[in-house]
C-alpha cells in the first residue's frame, strides 16, 4: 500500500495544482511505513476517509490541465481503485 500512496503522489506532483495532494499521499504513505498496531489502523482509516465525500471528492480528482486531461491520469486512476481495494479489505 505504500507503494501506491508513493506512486500516486509522483504522478499527483505532475499536474498544476497536484502539489497539496502530492504531499498528502507522500504524508500517508510515511505514516503508514512508522505505524504499528493502533496506529496502523487511524493511518488506514484515515486513507479510507479520503474515498468519503460528494462532489470534488478523492474520487473525483482529475488529473489535468489548461489542455485537458494529462498522460498521467490513467496509472493513477488505476492505482486509486487498487488503493480503494487494498484498504477496504484491511479495515
Not at 47 to 51: F, M, S, V
Given at each position: 500500500m505504500?507503494?501506491?500512496l508513493r506512486e500516486?503522489?509522483?504522478l499527483a506532483a505532475v499536474?498544476?495544482?497536484g502539489e497539496s495532494v502530492s504531499q498528502h499521499l507522500a504524508d500517508l504513505a510515511v505514516r503508514l511505513?512508522?505505524?504499528d498496531g493502533a496506529s496502523r489502523v487511524?493511518?488506514?482509516r484515515d486513507?479510507?476517509?479520503?474515498?468519503r465525500g460528494g462532489m470534488g471528492s478523492f474520487q473525483d480528482l482529475v488529473l489535468q490541465d489548461r489542455n485537458?486531461?494529462?498522460p498521467e491520469h490513467p496509472a493513477f486512476d488505476r492505482l486509486r481503485h487498487q488503493l480503494y481495494e487494498e484498504v477496504?479489505?484491511?479495515v
Open positions: 505504500r507503494k501506491i500516486m503522489s509522483a499536474a498544476p495544482f511505513e512508522q505505524a487511524a493511518v488506514l486513507i479510507r476517509a479520503l474515498y485537458g486531461v494529462l477496504w479489505r484491511l
